[in-house]
């Protein structure tokens, strides 16, 4: 954590609200009744606030505040990104296949993904490695009706060297290979620990996934691979 950053979660505590509303209210006070001699008190008033701002922040209730206020931050932003997988499922689970491998296929994942995202919202935590795999499942099935759209157009007009459509047993098989990952990450990140220890998996899991994103080359490579892979299928 950058050294201003505890500062800056102060500035939002309830602690801090609780000495700049009124140290507000004081100088406005004495802008308007002590006019002509307003600018001694208001300095006395900045001057106190400074001091005692600067104070409560290194104090032992300070540092609560300062965790409070992060704990908060991170469970925002762990509830945002239980949303986008939400959603994500959400788009899988409309999508009409027309494979009844593909389709048995699906029903496992979506129920393994939703009891997943269902102890996400209750443990308040989530698995990188399983919302990895949700993508992979939307990239699959889009891969698979985007060759099968392809292989209709050229039947339906009879082009030559039409390809023939993507494997469904392969593909149905990947998306159930993604579906036992993810229960597998459910009893390992989220029911397989104490809290303790699970937010330490986080916190490791997350800083694995910052690398990554800060090397976008890297993930958006193995992204393409993995599209051509399942094209190539």
Same mark, same amino acid.
Do not use: G, N
């Given at each position: 954590m !950058?050294?201003?950053r505890p500062f800056l979660l102060y500035l939002r505590s309830r602690l801090h609200l609780a000495l700049a509303l009124p140290a507000a209210g004081l100088i406005v006070l004495s802008a308007l009744f002590l006019r002509p001699y307003a600018l001694v !008190?208001?300095?006395v008033i900045?001057?106190?606030y400074v001091v005692l701002t600067g104070t409560l922040c290194f104090t032992r209730r300070g540092a609560r505040e300062v965790v409070q206020e992060s704990d908060q931050d991170r469970q925002k932003k762990i509830r945002q990104k239980i949303a986008r997988y939400e959603q994500l499922r959400e788009r899988i689970s409309v999508l009409r296949l027309g494979n009844e491998q593909m389709a048995r296929a699906l029903e496992l994942f979506l129920?393994?993904?939703g009891s997943y995202l269902e102890k996400c919202r209750e443990l308040g935590a989530y698995s990188p490695l399983a919302n990895e795999r949700i993508e992979r499942v939307l990239d699959i099935c889009q891969v698979f009706l985007g060759e099968k759209d392809e292989e209709a157009t050229g039947r339906r007009y009879g082009l030559p060297g039409t390809p023939e459509g993507a494997p469904a047993e392969s593909l149905a098989k990947d998306i159930m290979d993604c579906a036992g990952v993810i229960r597998q990450?459910?009893?390992e990140d989220l029911l397989g620990t104490s809290v303790k220890e699970r937010l330490q998996i986080m916190k490791e899991l997350d800083a694995t996934e910052s690398d990554e994103k800060a090397s976008g080359k890297i993930a958006s490579d193995r992204k393409a691979s993995d599209k051509k892979a399942l094209?190539?299928?």
């Open positions: !950058p050294i201003q !008190p208001i300095l900045l001057a106190v129920q393994e993904s990450r459910v009893t094209e190539d299928k």
